[in-house]
């Protein structure tokens, strides 16, 4: 039984002025309300869709990974870090910077692919140390390493895609 002072509560989307006529509606508002902040060229919406494009690519990176183990952990880091990272430099060229038409597929590969290269030497480093501190270490643990430091270097790629590789703006003739 509900406690009686929690039955003369507002509803949760009441209180913060969310009319709603159930579950499905509040969802539905919801997934509109973050569809609409995701659409925006602010900087927390370019991080948001940033995250989201790196979680996919990551996502790729360990079914490739996966796929690949029977060639050995470098072998498989390898090929699936060059693959993940093309298609990341991509949609974050389109998606998350939406800078097709002022940059190309080939300015957006050396730019972001200079940074990438730094993540795959320091995700190379540590998934030999893990090798030569564990031995063979489970695949999850494999990916949750190089996911880790991805992570954290990624944070360092949004820094140089958003603003030290933005391009740069007109300066009006004086």
Avoid: K
Avoid at 150 to 172: C, D, K, N, Q
């Amino acid at each position: 039984m509900t406690c009686p002072s929690l039955r003369c509560r507002p509803a949760l989307t009441e209180f913060f002025g969310v009319r709603s006529h159930g579950a499905v509606d509040t969802v539905r508002d919801a997934s509109v309300w973050a569809a609409e902040r995701l659409r925006r060229d602010d900087t927390a919406a370019q991080f948001a869709r940033f995250v989201l494009v790196g979680g996919t690519s990551t996502a790729f990176y360990a079914v490739l990974f996966l796929s690949l183990g029977g060639y050995g952990y470098l072998p498989a880091h390898l090929v699936a870090t060059v693959a993940s990272s093309i298609l990341a430099n991509e949609m974050h060229r389109r998606l998350t910077f939406r800078a097709d038409e002022r940059v190309t597929w080939l300015a957006a590969q050396i730019e972001a692919g200079g940074v990438s290269l730094v993540g795959l030497l320091a995700t190379s480093a540590a998934l030999g140390w893990l090798d030569a501190l564990a031995g063979s270490a489970h695949p999850i643990l494999q990916i949750t390493l190089v996911a880790t430091i991805t992570a954290m270097i990624g944070v360092m790629r949004f820094v140089a895609l958003r603003w030290i590789f933005r391009p740069t703006e007109a300066v009006p003739a004086q």
